[in-house]
């Protein structure tokens, strides 16, 4: 999630987990050093390989068997802080604060749908729970209120407070999850291409849990299309738009011609890991393939990242870019789906 979260999240479980003896304001130091330093992998950058950042964010850092180390790192930053302000804490009663903030972190990043590697180095799996999009205010801004009373009052009722917050939202996420969940089964199931489909995923899009994103694929299409969760009313279809995707790393570079072996080709394989296998040519510019999990709008296909192919050149790199134009106008239309208000007439699969 992002920074802002990741650190009042950490400093609420910092607090309330602290003993007696341990200044409070000392612990929720630590939860912040040990909420934001699993991001230190954002760091890790390779001149000759622009895949190197995208696979390793989230990867080792962000992983359970490596918190020790970011807790060690985070409770000897703390601890050199404090002592800048003359407050000697050695680093091993600043341990346990550090460690809850990383661990916060990792979770936190695990409810989102981008993949964690949690599980690292026992398994490759990106954990992706898909409960709540990577910016959600209604999590966040509590929390931040609750994490202000508890700092400046020391107060471990106001972490506990946020942390209940925390539980409430997720609860109210995994309701609206299954409302969407059911929502589409059923739709599935009257719609002719029900024995089609061989995989599909459900998202929350951008900043809420009211409207859901979905994915289907049915032979060679991806179809995407949203599901409006109001509160108190019938979850309704959103349809959308379809484009080619390809079954795999060893199809995608078929297409465009690229020998297996071959340097581009272990590219290829490396971004459909972490895609998911949701790949396939950027509607836009056919050399590009794009992650077609994420788009600005629920119910378009317009990937945000991409790699570009160069057929002509299979042992070089691709070329990794930044597909994202400026969302105003995307998040404006997201705000009215939200709302509820009339979209403009698209084809449902």
């Known amino acids: 999630m992002d920074p802002l979260t990741h650190s009042v999240f950490g400093v609420a479980c910092a607090i309330a987990g602290t003993r007696q003896k341990l200044s409070r304001r000392a612990a929720a130091l630590a939860g912040l050093a040990g909420g934001l330093l699993p991001d230190a992998d954002v760091l890790l950058r390779s001149a000759s390989d622009p895949l190197f950042a995208l696979e390793y964010h989230r990867h080792f850092t962000h992983s359970i068997a490596f918190s020790p180390v970011i807790a060690l790192f985070g409770a000897v930053i703390a601890s050199l802080i404090l002592r800048l302000f003359k407050k000697e804490i050695p680093w091993r009663y600043l341990f346990l604060p550090a460690f809850l903030g990383g661990l916060s972190h990792l979770f936190c990043d695990a409810w989102t749908s981008y993949g964690t590697r949690l599980w690292w180095p026992f398994a490759a799996t990106r954990v992706s729970l898909d409960w709540i999009s990577i910016i959600d205010p209604v999590l966040t ?132 890991h972490f895609s998911d296998g949701w790949i396939g040519r950027h509607p836009a510019d056919s050399m590009v393939i794009g992650d077609l999990r994420y788009s600005h709008l629920p119910t378009e296909i317009l990937p945000l990242w991409g790699i570009r192919m160069n057929p002509s050149q299979p042992s070089a790199h691709v070329e990794m870019f930044n597909l994202a134009t400026d969302p105003t106008p995307s998040l404006a239309r997201l705000w009215q789906m939200v709302q509820g208000q009339p979209q403009p007439a698209a084809t449902a699969p």
Not at 183 to 204: D, F, M, N, T, Y
Not at 213 to 238: S, Y
């Open 141 to 272: 801004i509590p929390l931040v209120a609750c994490i202000a009373l508890a700092v400046r009052y020391a107060s471990r009722k106001a972490a506990a407070t946020g942390l209940a917050w925390v539980a409430v939202y997720l609860a109210f996420c995994l309701v609206q999850r299954h409302r969407a969940a059911t929502a589409l089964e059923e739709w599935l199931a009257a719609s002719p291409i029900a024995g089609k489909v061989s995989r599909q995923e459900l998202k929350p899009s951008f900043g809420n849990v009211i409207v859901w994103r979905v994915l289907l694929q049915t032979g060679g299409e991806c179809h995407v299309m949203a599901i409006r969760c109001p509160l108190f009313k019938t979850p309704i279809l959103l349809p959308g738009t379809s484009v080619p995707v390809f079954d795999s790393a060893e199809a995608a570079a078929l297409a465009y011609q690229i020998p297996a072996g071959s340097l581009q080709a272990s590219d290829i394989q490396r971004f459909h």
